[in-house]
């Protein structure tokens, strides 16, 4: 779920959004409102117009998670920081596939983003930077999340 | 030391119930002699000396190769993936030499007692002397690709000491790790103290956001070494998936991972601002993840790989980079002579070193040393506790004899409906016949955290998690494999097509010849892994460390004999050891 959208929820449901929280917290899975599928995410962040794969955008997951909870992730966008506009990060799979969005300026030196993300199962991680003319290039990399134990 | 003709050992042909026919040479295939062994047709100045995986067997031991080797389609037959005839074929190998006794599981029990133990410290300390005293000593580097201080009795008991102090002994330069991290990073750092060598890797980093060395790496890199007039870098890749295959607890506070994007960085680093002549990896990636990192990382020269325990007689060249891999339990010295010049690599050759402990004299001072750290357990250990009537082994992708023993074992003793052991490739092989000793248990289960746990697990995590091990053996892609063998399973048997995509490989699957219910909880009893995590109702009272119970249960039944018959019925493969393309003869 998105920060926003979240705290739009409590204010407006008010004290019995507590409630709903301690319930949600009990369950492992966000249901309904909550899920944001990939599809859907690429679409609202590229305003319809989908991402082209390029070798600019450099992803850096590692190939078997150590811990699913917590999979570091780090994006660099080769392209100078007055072209990039913003960084996204989106798991595939997960019920919310948004992770990050990282909107930057020119005085953020460059397109640089690292970050940890939880990862519900195995599956792909896509980084999406949406460029200054509106267009949008990515790069998706597996992720393996595994309960391990070979020699 | 200087070795003459008397020193080595000769094995003439005493026998002729071997078939040597179509052989080139005129000499028989199975007369051979350690001079045969240590011949080797030098090149360049500089000579490295590999070994991988020893696996604390300071003595020789009989190792069997596996009958089963089963992968991914597009993996089976290359490299890696080779076993029994398909291994002779592609390597070129005569049947029943002392090579092909070496490398494959066939005619083993014949073969065995004809040439012998393999491996031995003493035995490689004087493989390794000959060579350096030939080549010059400052010309000659002796690299070890780790999982050297975990697997016997004797390692265990003195928490790797024992093989340090071997290390030095054969003299180690450098080193990297993976079960070595199992004596916990406190015990790693006392080890590494009395170690005479560079510990490298470049793909541990401090992983603790509240350390000063938050995201730094823990060891050094690399190392430079010059040997034979040339510079040569080399660095460090212990095994990337530590924290996922064993217990995170002993590395808690470090990240592994394969870590490519900063490998190509060193490589790079090495290259133009150190200036050396040669960059060699030092690996416990496995084999065939090796052969992936040659194809994605530019200007390596030398792969120096680990952890799958291939034998590789014929070294493996992808865009440049040269990879060789030198087996297990001490079977093998990998001879790298390297041609270098003006700041490049010219010529190499490589021979694959059969450590044949029958043909090789054993350095005394070794046999001492093997004897010092034995001498207080002797007792204990020697103790034989029953006789096996086949072949005890551990290998193959499902199932070997020495699991199965392990599993019944587990299973008698905790009274559990389905045990898991882990699908390791360390351990021993027994011949018919033999003994059982204490320290052969021990050769198959000496870990830090041998505890058998007791628990229940629901029909659906259990056929899951079955699924999720397949893929971590049977991924297609080699970066997504952690390199072990299938746990082994007593009370379940399945049918397996391995080219099935992740998740969908296992049909057919029983818990003591009934369909599994996947809404049911069944017994289950687990070691060497976190199984127990994933279940509730552990048996509290039932936890013991699995040599304990497997050493009472042989005490218990004195006369040991194990089916070969698997558990497991693979539909996609009509044989254990097919060739390119999955053909079977």
């Known amino acids: 779920m998105r920060r926003r959208a979240f705290l739009k929820g409590i204010g407006a449901i008010g004290a019995v959004a ?20 990939f599809k859907k995410a690429l679409e609202v962040i590229t305003n319809g117009k989908g ?19 917590v999979v570091p992730v780090k994006v660099n966008v080769e392209e100078p920081i007055e072209n990039v506009k913003s960084i996204h990060i989106l798991a595939t799979k997960n019920s919310n596939a948004r992770c990050a969005d990282v909107f ?45 134990g070979c020699g | 030391m200087n070795i003459d003709r008397r020193d080595f050992l000769h094995i003439a042909a005493a026998l002729g119930i071997f078939g040597v026919s179509g052989l080139k040479a005129s000499k028989r295939a199975d007369d051979i002699s350690a001079e045969d062994i240590m011949d080797f047709k030098e090149t360049g100045k500089v000579t490295l000396l590999h070994i991988c995986d020893l696996h604390a067997h300071l003595k020789p031991l009989y190792w069997r190769e596996p009958s089963t080797l089963l992968s991914a389609p597009n993996l089976v037959g290359t490299p890696g993936f080779l076993c029994g005839k398909a291994f002779l074929e592609f ?12 490398d494959t599981y066939l005619n083993f029990e014949s073969l065995a007692k004809k040439f012998g133990k393999m491996g031995g410290v003493a035995h490689m300390k004087t493989v390794i002397e000959e060579i350096r005293r030939e080549r010059g000593k400052d010309n000659v580097l002796l690299l070890d690709s780790g999982d050297t201080w975990q697997g016997t009795a004797v390692a265990l008991k003195t928490a790797g000491e024992a093989i340090v102090d071997a290390q030095n002994y054969l003299g180690v330069d450098v080193m990297v790790g993976h079960w ?63 924290s996922t295959a064993n217990p995170k607890r002993f590395t808690e506070g470090w990240s592994f991972g394969l870590r490519l994007d900063t490998l190509q960085g060193y490589v790079d680093e090495l290259r133009k601002e150190k200036k050396v002549d040669c960059v060699v990896l030092l690996s416990h ?23 799958t325990h291939d034998p590789g007689p014929r070294p493996v060249t992808i865009n440049g980079t040269t990879i060789v891999i030198a087996g297990s339990h001490g079977k093998f010295v990998g001879r790298l002579d390297i041609d270098i010049s003006k700041g ?24 001492e040393l093997v004897d010092k750290w034995y001498r207080p357990y002797r007792k204990e250990l020697n103790k034989v506790i029953g006789k096996t009537k086949g072949t005890l082994y551990k290998r193959d992708t499902f199932y070997s004899t020495f699991d199965a023993l392990i599993g019944e074992a587990i299973r008698d003793k905790m009274d559990c409906e389905i045990s898991f052991t882990p699908g390791y490739r360390w351990g021993t092989t027994l011949l018919p016949g033999d003994d059982i000793l204490v320290d052969n248990v021990y050769e198959m289960t000496a870990i830090t955290y041998a505890d058998v746990y007791t628990f229940e697990l629901k029909g659906a995590r259990i056929a899951q998690l079955l699924e999720d091990i397949a893929d971590n053996v049977f991924n297609p892609n080699p970066l997504y494999q952690q390199g072990g063998d299938m746990s082994r399973l007593v009370g379940v048997s399945y049918d397996i097509k391995i080219s099935e995509k992740s998740g969908k490989r296992i049909k057919n699957l029983k ?75």
């Not at chain 1, 009990?26 to 944001?36: F, L, W």
Request: net charge positive; charged share 25%; hydrophobic share 40%.
């Open chain 1, 18 to 37: 507590l409630l709903d929280i301690k319930v949600l917290a009990k369950d492992t899975k966000p249901k309904g409102k909550n899920a944001i599928t």
């Open chain 1, 51 to 69: 991402a082209k794969t390029s070798d600019k955008v450099k992803l850096i997951v590692p190939e078997i998670a150590e811990n699913g909870a």
């Open chain 1, 104 to 148: 930057l300026t020119p005085r953020n030196g460059r397109a640089y983003f690292a970050t940890r993300i939880k990862l519900g199962q195995s599956q792909d991680v896509v980084a999406v930077a949406v460029l200054k003319d509106g267009s949008a290039i990515m790069a998706s990399r597996p992720v393996k999340v595994t309960i391990g």
């Open chain 2, 91 to 102: 390597y070129g190998i005569k049947p029943n030499t002392l090579e092909a006794y070496f």
């Open chain 2, 180 to 242: 070595e991290f199992t004596y916990g990073k406190e015990r790693v750092m006392e080890l590494l103290d009395k170690l005479n060598a560079d510990f490298i890797s470049q793909n541990i980093i401090d992983n603790d956001p509240f350390s000063d060395s938050f995201e730094e790496v823990v060891f050094p890199p690399y190392a430079i070494k010059e040997a034979g007039g040339a510079k040569i870098g080399i660095i460090g890749q212990s095994f990337p998936f530590t």
């Open chain 2, 285 to 307: 990636d496995g084999f065939s993840v090796d052969q992936e990192v040659a194809r994605k990382v530019r200007g390596i020269d030398f792969i120096l790989s680990g952890h």
């Open chain 2, 344 to 367: 490049k690599v010219r010529d190499f050759n490589y021979k694959l070193i059969p450590i044949a402990s029958n043909l090789i004299k054993a350095d005394k001072k070794g046999l």
């Open chain 2, 511 to 585: 818990i003591n010849g009934k369909e599994i219910d996947l809404n049911r909880d069944y017994v289950v009893s687990a070691w060497g892994g976190n199984l127990q995590n994933a279940g509730k109702n552990l048996r509290e009272n039932l936890i013991e460390p699995v040599y304990d119970v497997v050493t009472k249960y042989v005490e218990k039944k004195g006369k040991i004999d194990i089916s070969n018959r698997s558990n497991v019925n693979v539909l996609d493969f009509d044989c254990g050891c097919p060739k390119k393309g999955g053909i079977c003869e």
